[in-house]
């Protein structure tokens, strides 16, 4: 079973900025949804963002006007560029991909990248 490749994460100071990545290995399937949830500790994953195959965008109230996500249907890859860091934003970040093969849909998850912002 392929697995989402995640890339990005890291500690920075509030304020800052991060850029994700994330790329969902082969071809045979196109793009429904692919985003990133977070889950900070001791609460539940919630969505961040995520971008349509199509390229239609919807982000949680906490990201507006400081995340940014795209996508490379390409590459199958996403990018989300986290500007304005807080120390709220800290959690573990996971990619999702909700993708379509011939057979029908299957749903991914990344391992989780680590996202720390100091105060």
């Known amino acids: 079973q392929e697995q989402l490749v995640e890339s990005g994460g890291g500690l920075v100071q509030a304020g800052g900025s991060l850029k994700l990545s994330c790329t969902a290995p082969?071809?045979?399937?196109?793009?429904?949804?692919m985003g990133w949830y977070r889950q900070p500790p001791g609460k539940q994953r919630e969505l961040v963002a995520r971008?349509?195959?199509?390229?239609?965008?919807d982000y949680a109230d906490s990201a507006v006007g400081r995340f940014t996500i795209s996508i490379d249907n390409n590459k199958n890859t996403i990018s989300l560029q986290m500007d304005n860091l807080k120390p709220e934003d800290s959690a573990v970040y996971y990619c999702?991909?909700?993708?379509?093969?011939?057979?029908?849909?299957?749903?991914?998850w990344g391992q989780g990248t680590q996202v720390t912002v100091s105060p």
């Open positions: 082969g071809s045979t399937f196109s793009i429904n949804y």
């Open positions: 971008v349509s195959g199509g390229g239609r965008a």
């Open positions: 999702h991909a909700d993708l379509i093969y011939e057979w029908g849909g299957y749903e991914f």
